[in-house]
């Protein structure tokens, strides 16, 4: 999410398994995360569907996010001296494109990305980043992943919360066991087949025999047939 920031394009953040989450005794802070990142945050189970109409609604809402990560003074001044060979007005996604080529250590970007007919230079832009790559000792893709995860692991300190869960019962094992797909698979198929045993077998034979000849036979239909004869005399 926060390298999708970078891109300043409106977005919304989805977090599915909330059950499996729910699950694992983690809670999180929905709208202080909202609030943080500067986007809509919806929670979903994708199986099952929940929260899809929810995710509809935001839609409509999506945001360009707030937060970005916290570059070191030195990196944000190599990524200043990349942009500033985009256009503003042409050039909408310019940090990402800095990003792009600060980490870009074999000089190959995607330079199919920007608008044509613009005044923009290649060959400049290479050599601004090769000297701001040069001014850095340690790897800079490194540098700008470890401002990242750094980010990301205060968003989680604000908004995440584990709580003491209990062993659980039967069920709730049971459940968020057959809920993987192995288990899920085979449970299916067996559910199947006694699905199967139960309609074709004792439903088709045995349930049928026993209203047929027992049922019908020796009781309903001898007792109507009686009635009938003693109201309807022939």
């Known amino acids: 999410t926060l390298g999708l920031a970078e891109y300043e394009t409106p977005m919304i953040l989805v977090l599915n398994m909330a059950d499996e989450r729910a699950n694992s005794g983690i809670d999180i802070d929905i709208r202080r995360l909202s609030n943080l990142l500067g986007i809509p945050v919806i929670e979903t189970v994708a199986i099952t569907g929940e929260g899809a109409g929810e995710l509809k609604k935001a839609m409509s809402s999506a945001r360009v996010p707030t937060r970005k990560a916290w570059y070191d003074g030195e990196v944000l001044k190599a990524l200043a001296q990349i942009e500033r060979h985009f256009d503003p007005d042409k050039h909408k996604f310019r940090r990402a494109f800095a990003i792009n080529l600060l980490t870009n250590k074999n000089g190959v970007t995607h330079f199919e990305w920007l608008k044509a007919g613009s005044d923009f230079d290649p060959a400049r832009v290479l050599s601004t980043s090769k000297i701001a790559r040069g001014r850095f000792i340690r790897d800079t893709e490194m540098l700008i992943l470890e401002a990242?995860?750094?980010?990301?692991?205060?968003?989680?300190?604000?908004?995440?919360?584990?709580?003491?869960?209990?062993?659980?019962?039967?069920?709730?094992?049971?459940?968020?066991?057959?809920m993987r797909p192995l288990p899920g698979y085979l449970f299916a198929i067996f559910s199947l087949f006694l699905m199967y045993e139960f309609v074709g077998v004792l439903g088709a034979s045995i349930l049928v025999s026993f209203f047929e000849n027992i049922l019908f036979g020796k009781w309903i239909n001898p007792f109507v047939t009686a009635i009938c004869q003693t109201l309807i005399p022939i």
């Open 148 to 178: 990242r995860e750094y980010a990301a692991r205060w968003i989680v300190g604000e908004v995440q919360t584990k709580r003491e869960q209990g062993r659980g019962g039967f069920l709730s094992k049971a459940g968020a066991w057959l």
